[in-house]
């Protein structure tokens, strides 16, 4: 199985991503993983490692794709 | 059957968003079409109406989330 882990913060443009993008992949190939950076501020490194810049983002296999634009990483510390 | 349009433009960060991103979406719920906006310079028009401002880009059953940043639709036309 691939990873994939859609990080967000609670805004409604993540709300939107998650409902739409994240239910969207295919559960047969991927394990899903939501991560709120909001409440798991713990996490905001592990996701600045792979690359992510802002939320909402989905992390396939470790690769970060950027949904639209919520707020910035660096709001969420 | 949803529908889900991947629209792109051939650069590099398109391509890696249609392997990763619009492969990872579940087939057994969407129809996936992939449009390249540079050959079809005609799809422009429907792209921009659904608020597609940007490529890579999916719709998903009319609701566009732009991911990552390769061009703007503008540059397209």
Request: aromatic fraction near 6%; charge should be negative; glycine fraction near 6%.
């Amino acid at each position: 199985m691939s990873k994939a882990i859609f990080y967000h913060a609670g805004c409604p443009v993540c709300v939107e991503a998650e409902q739409k993008v994240a239910e969207a992949i295919d559960k047969s190939k991927y394990t899903v993983e939501v991560v709120h950076l909001g409440e798991a501020k713990d996490r905001v490194a592990e996701a600045e490692k792979v690359g992510v810049k802002s939320v909402p983002a989905l992390v396939l296999d470790g690769v970060p794709f950027h949904i639209n634009f919520g707020a910035d990483l660096s709001a969420l510390k």
